[in-house]
């Protein structure tokens, strides 16, 4: 079942994920308290959603594809900046086109799926810190990802990842 849109689709929203890191992090003012941590939290939902299209196509499980190409949409609504991720996530959600699925299945996708956008959701609609002081006086509080929240976002998109790894590759013993 290799799709290869899926697959372009996964390496683009990895990819793109990896551009979002990178963004964020020289995006950032001096005296800023984010640093490579927070951005590399900030972008792993997105490498997250794009390695789920990667192993549902390696172990011809297209409901991972669908998992992260829905959890990619959703986390598209927020900015602007990533809507064109909008493209990639509709190619990973064609990818269950004639496929027959189990419904145990289709709850196993969804607690993936679920787990991306919740760790997304965590770094987006937070508590920010107060303040923090520049150079010149200056500081603000919009939209600062913490270490802590950084870590969850790592934490969660790296289980997600690894049980769409651990889960595949045993339902792909089964079916031998």
Do not use: K
């Not at 959890?71 to 927020?78: G, K, P, Q, S």
């Amino acid at each position: 079942m290799s799709s290869r849109a899926a697959v372009i689709s996964g390496w683009v929203t990895v990819g793109a994920g990896v551009v979002l890191m990178a963004v964020h992090y020289f995006a950032g003012a001096d005296g800023d308290p984010e640093g490579w941590y927070s951005a590399a939290g900030f972008a792993a939902p997105f490498v997250g959603a794009g390695c789920l299209a990667l192993v549902g196509d390696r172990f011809a499980a297209p409901l991972l594809c669908v998992a992260g190409g829905v959890a990619l949409a959703v986390m598209c609504v927020v900015s602007i900046i990533v809507v064109p991720l909008i493209v990639p996530a509709g190619f990973m959600i064609a990818a269950i086109r004639n496929t027959s699925v189990r419904g145990d299945a289709v709850v196993v996708a969804a607690v993936f799926a679920v787990g991306l956008v919740t760790a997304f959701t965590i770094l987006v609609f937070h508590q920010d810190p107060v303040t923090w002081s520049t150079p010149d006086g200056g500081g603000s509080s919009s939209n600062i990802v913490t270490s802590t929240e950084a870590s969850i976002s790592l934490i969660v998109v790296s289980v997600v990842v690894l049980s769409a790894i651990m889960w595949s590759n045993q339902r792909r013993r089964i079916a031998r």
